[in-house]
């Protein structure tokens, strides 16, 4: 079975610093892996995933994350944050039992970025 | 990428009653649409796998005669929610995949449902 955990419901940083919103994943088979944005009262939107090709992959909204085998981790990066990057951040598996195509989510991190 | 909308975004209902949303997939044919509950400040809980021409899959504990889902064509399920009670109301999202994305699921934006 996959799962995922996220360390840290909420991150706040100051505008123009480092975003880091960790997660750790579990998974029996090559997983393939998902960061997705949710602003208040919305869907949610893919930054990125990671599909087995390249270890670091770049998204949107110049978000990047690197996929860490031997730590079990894709974390999320960003080296400048902007104010309207505020939001739920949700890391996901591709889930390969139950129901298949489903993802399976962590509990999301909310990232405040302050002035 | 493929755009799946959801309607309505917003539904305040009296308790007792039925409401309907719409999950669509725009641009795309979606055999197999996912149905998520959001609580707030939670994850996204999966209620149920929507086939098209068949019966809705439900996760455990999601009461299926209380969520009726129907996948009437390729590219529209509906997620009912009948005789609604207050602790129904939640965020409600669908989502769906034309199959080739490498797993990666398109979302509507959510339909908020309040229960009077």
């Known amino acids: 079975a996959q799962s995922v955990t996220q360390l840290g419901s909420h991150v706040s940083v100051s505008e123009g610093a480092l975003v880091l919103l960790r997660c750790n994943y579990s998974s029996s088979v090559p997983p393939y892996l998902f960061w997705y944005v949710q602003y208040p009262n919305q869907g949610l939107q893919l930054l990125l995933k990671?599909?087995?090709?390249?270890?670091l992959v770049k998204g949107i909204n110049g978000f990047e994350a690197e996929f860490k085998k031997s730590e079990t981790s894709f974390h999320l990066t960003k080296p400048s944050a902007h104010m309207s990057d505020a939001a739920e951040y949700f890391c996901?598996?591709?889930?390969?039992?139950?129901?298949?195509?489903?993802?399976?989510f962590g509990k999301g991190t909310k990232l405040s970025v302050k002035p | 990428g493929a755009v799946v909308s959801q309607h309505p975004s917003r539904v305040i209902c009296k308790s007792g009653t039925s409401v309907k949303i719409e999950c669509r997939s725009l641009d795309f044919q979606a055999t197999t649409m996912f149905w998520y509950r959001q609580f707030p400040k939670k994850s996204l809980m999966l209620m149920a796998t929507?086939?098209?021409?068949?019966?809705?899959?439900?996760e455990q504990g999601v009461e299926k005669d209380k969520f009726l889902i129907n996948h009437a064509s390729l590219t529209l399920s509906t997620l009912t929610v009948t005789s609604a009670h207050p602790e129904d109301s939640s965020f409600y999202i669908c989502?769906?995949?034309?199959?080739?994305?490498?797993?990666?699921?398109?979302f509507g934006e959510g339909s908020r449902l309040t229960v009077l």
């Open positions: 929507s086939n098209e021409g068949s019966k809705a899959t439900y």
């Open positions: 996901a598996v591709l889930n390969y039992g139950g129901s298949q195509g489903n993802l399976i």
């Open positions: 989502s769906a995949t034309p199959g080739t994305s490498g797993g990666e699921l398109f």
């Open positions: 990671y599909t087995s090709a390249a270890t």
